[in-house]
C-alpha cells in the first residue's frame, strides 16, 4: 500500500452547509437524490439538456470507444463541462444531470462521458471494465479536447468518477485545455471503501452487488463467446466477484495490488498539473473520511469538508439545489 506523505493536503471546512435536523442522516442523504420526488425533480430540470444532447463516440486510442453526450449552450461555447459519474452509474445519473443543469444555465456546454461497460454501453469493447482502466479516460479527455478545439474543459466527477478524474489530471498526458477538476466524495483508498461496503449498512453492499451482476450478465450477452459469469454472480459478493475477475481478467497478480492500483493516497496526486478541488463529507458511509490525511500535499490540491452530507448527497432540502453543484459550479469560476 502506498504510504501517506509526512505533510497534509490543505483542508477547509465548509460553514455554509447546514442541513436540517431531519435531514442530516448519512444514510438519508445519500440515497434520497436517487428516490422519487427528487429523483422525477432532477430529470424535470434536466430535460431541456436531454433533449438537446448530442451522441459522441469517442476514439480512445487502442481500439477502445467510450461514448458520451454533448450538449451545446445555445448562445456560447466559451467553455466546456466534462462530467463523469460513478461505479455503476452512467451519464443520466440524478447526480450528474443535476449538476449539468445548473452549469448549462450557467452557460457551460457540456459532455457527460459514460465509462467503459456503462449506460448500456457493454457491446463497444470486447475488454471489461475495471478501476485501472485508466487510459480509457485519458483517452476519452484527448478525444473530448480535440473536439472542442480552443474551449477549456473544466472537469467534475462523482465517486469513482472522481477518482478517475483526479487520477487523469496527474498524468502528463493531461490536455493543455483542462482548467482544474472538482471530485465529488472520490474514492480514496479502494480497500478502505471495499471495508465499508462489507461491514456497513448492508443496503450498499446489495445495491453494488445487483447492479454489477445485472451490468456482467449484459457484458456476457453482448460477448457470449468471450464471457460467461454464471459462476462468478452466484457469490453475492463484492470481496470475492473482485477477486475472481482480477485474477481472471486483468494482469494484477491480486486483488490487493489491484484496488492498490487505483488508490489516490499517498503520493499519487503530486503530480497534478492542474487545480484541484474535493468535497468529502465526514460522516460519508462509503468513503472514510480519515482517507483524506493521506492524501499527497501539493498546492494545487484543496480540499473541503462538510460534517454531514453522506455519500454525494449535500442535500440542503429535498427539492433544493445540492450544495455539491453549487461548490463545483463556484470552484470553476474560480479556475
Not at 466546456?80 to 457551460?108: I, K, M, P, R
Not at 465499508?196 to 453492499?205: D, M, N
Amino acid at each position: 500500500m502506498t504510504q501517506a506523505p509526512a505533510a497534509q493536503v490543505a483542508q477547509q471546512r465548509a460553514t455554509d452547509f447546514d442541513p436540517p435536523f431531519w435531514l442530516r442522516g448519512a444514510h438519508l442523504q445519500s440515497v434520497l437524490p436517487s428516490l422519487p420526488p427528487r429523483r422525477n425533480w432532477t430529470h424535470w430540470q434536466a430535460r431541456t439538456l436531454r433533449a438537446a444532447a448530442q451522441p459522441w463516440l469517442l476514439d480512445c486510442g487502442n481500439g477502445v470507444r467510450l461514448q458520451a453526450w454533448r450538449t451545446d449552450h445555445h448562445e456560447s461555447r466559451d467553455r466546456t463541462a466534462v462530467l463523469l459519474h460513478g461505479w455503476e452509474g452512467n451519464a443520466d445519473s440524478c447526480y450528474v444531470l443535476s449538476l449539468a443543469a445548473l452549469l448549462q444555465a450557467q452557460g457551460f456546454s457540456l459532455v457527460r462521458l459514460n465509462l467503459r461497460d456503462h449506460g448500456r454501453t457493454q457491446p463497444l469493447n470486447r475488454g471489461l471494465f475495471h478501476s485501472c482502466r485508466l487510459d480509457d479516460v485519458t483517452g476519452a479527455l484527448r478525444a473530448i479536447a480535440a473536439r472542442c478545439g480552443a474551449e477549456p474543459l473544466y472537469l467534475a466527477g462523482f465517486s469513482l468518477g472522481g477518482n478517475f478524474l483526479l487520477r487523469a489530471c496527474a498524468e502528463p498526458a493531461l490536455p493543455r485545455s483542462v482548467a482544474g477538476v472538482v471530485a465529488i466524495s472520490p474514492v480514496l483508498d479502494p480497500e478502505h471503501t471495499l471495508r465499508a461496503l462489507e461491514q456497513g449498512w448492508p443496503v450498499y453492499h446489495s445495491y453494488f452487488v445487483q447492479r454489477w451482476s445485472r451490468s456482467l450478465r449484459y457484458k456476457q450477452q453482448c460477448w457470449p463467446q468471450v464471457y460467461d459469469f454464471a459462476e462468478l454472480l452466484r457469490t453475492r459478493s463484492l470481496r470475492i466477484m473482485t477477486d475472481v475477475l482480477v485474477r481472471e481478467r486483468t494482469a494484477f497478480a491480486d486483488s490487493a495490488a489491484y484496488l492498490d492500483g487505483y488508490a489516490i493516497t499517498g503520493a499519487r496526486l503530486l503530480t497534478l498539473s492542474v487545480p484541484a478541488r474535493i468535497l468529502a463529507a465526514d460522516d460519508d458511509p462509503i468513503i472514510p473520511a480519515a482517507d483524506l490525511d493521506r492524501l499527497a500535499p501539493t498546492p494545487l490540491l484543496r480540499i473541503t469538508r462538510t460534517a454531514r452530507g453522506g455519500h454525494c448527497g449535500f442535500l440542503p432540502g429535498p427539492l433544493a439545489r445540492s450544495y455539491a453543484d453549487q461548490f463545483t459550479l463556484r470552484q470553476f469560476d474560480s479556475f
